[in-house]
Nanobody, 121 residues
Framework: QVLLAESGGGSVQAGGSLRLSCEASGYIYSTICMGWLRQAPGKEREGVAA???????RYADSVKGQFTISKDNTKNILYLQMDDLKPEDTAMYYC???????????????WGQGTQVTVSS
């Protein structure tokens, strides 16, 4: 079992920044890929960024150059630095963990409770 707990969401104006954190606990060695996904009202949940234990990183095209995913392996914390935020980035953001090359929601096995990000224009 892997437990994930997100923090760092909030409300910002367009152009602002936020850093999301996800603390992992439990049998974390069973997970190879950790990622951030988001779900906006009325839309399907979508992958935002993912990082593998070998360091490979993947971003959704919509956030390339804007978001940065990173991981502190000593503290078992996953981060998502979000810069130049736009109203269309408004969503519930979820931390998730799963096997290698996880990307789509169905790929991930473990989920956090989510943290809300609201960007106003």
């Amino acid at each position: 079992q892997v437990l994930l707990a997100e923090s760092g969401g909030g409300s910002v104006q367009a152009g602002g920044s936020l850093r999301l954190s996800c603390e992992a606990s439990g049998y974390i060695y069973s997970t190879i890929c950790m990622g951030w996904l988001r779900q906006a009202p009325g839309k399907e949940r979508e992958g935002v960024a993912a990082i593998e234990t070998d360091g490979r990183i993947r971003y959704a095209d919509s956030v390339k150059g804007q978001f940065t995913i990173s991981k502190d392996n000593t503290k078992n914390i996953l981060y998502l630095q979000m810069d130049d935020l736009k109203p269309e980035d408004t969503a519930m953001y979820y931390c998730a963990a799963g096997p290698r090359d996880s990307w789509f929601p169905s790929d991930f096995r473990y989920w956090g409770q989510g943290t809300q990000v609201t960007v106003s224009s």
